[in-house]
């Protein structure tokens, strides 16, 4: 079977750093994503790994490693806008894009 | 905006009745996904159409069945509906049919009353 885990919620400061993990058991792996959903919004595209190591985009940086089935989402610089849901998802090998349940995000002044 | 579209915005209906939910994908994708979420829930994989075929189902009612069309719209049709249904139904798009960033529309928010 497949299961994807990520903490329910955090908290953080303004400017401060966050790393929200997500561990993975699939049958195949074809790569793993990470969305922010505002509440009642749509999601948003963030990160794609496929290889492992780090890939950084601005102020966000995904980490993959493949032979633990484990990535993070680190963010840094923290922003008030920032408080948000963020998803971890993957590509199954059936095709189906399967997301966790999420990780609430508040970032405090 | 991500290019995906998704129509109406909002829908209230009753217990029972049936609701038809539109998603025009990006022009250019090939691949669309049907997702639902409640009220403080995770996204809840339905099914994928891609160029047309169906490629892949989650656990989707059998209350509940779509298509893509030849001009790659997609429909969500959802039938004898309960109060439980009521949720956001989000629609995505990608090139792909897997491996590729999928694009989510603003989602149909259906209330059952």
């Known amino acids: 079977g497949q299961n994807i885990d990520q903490p329910t919620e955090m908290t953080a400061t303004e400017g401060a750093i966050v790393q929200i993990n997500c561990t993975y058991q699939?049958?195949?792996?074809?790569?793993l994503f990470w969305y922010q959903q505002h509440a009642g919004e749509a999601p948003t595209f963030l990160s794609y790994?496929?290889?492992?190591g780090l890939e950084e985009k601005g102020r966000f940086s995904s980490f993959l490693s493949r032979s633990k089935g484990y990535s993070y989402l680190l963010l840094k610089e923290l922003q008030m806008k920032d408080s948000a849901s963020y998803l971890c998802?993957?590509?199954?090998?059936?095709?189906?894009?399967?997301f966790g349940a999420g990780t609430r995000l508040a970032v405090h002044p | 905006d991500s290019g995906v579209t998704q129509t109406p915005k909002h829908l209230i209906t009753a217990t029972g009745q049936r609701v038809t939910l539109r998603c025009s994908p990006r022009?250019?994708?090939?691949?669309v996904y049907w997702y639902q979420q409640s009220l403080d829930q995770g996204l809840q994989f339905l099914i994928q159409?891609?160029?047309?075929?169906?490629?892949a189902k989650g656990n989707i009612l059998e209350r509940f069945s779509a298509q893509q069309f030849p001009d790659l719209h997609s429909e969500l049709n959802l039938s004898s509906l309960e109060l439980g249904d009521s949720a956001l139904y989000f629609c995505?798009?990608?090139?792909?049919?897997?491996?590729?960033?999928?694009?989510f529309g603003q989602g149909t928010r259906l209330t059952v009353v």
């Open positions: 995505a798009s990608s090139i792909h049919s897997t491996g590729s960033e999928a694009f």
């Open positions: 699939t049958s195949g792996f074809n790569g």
């Open positions: 790994n496929v290889l492992d």
């Open positions: 998802a993957v590509p199954l090998k059936d095709n189906k894009l399967i």
């Open positions: 022009s250019g994708d090939l691949s």
């Open positions: 159409y891609y160029n047309g075929e169906e490629r």
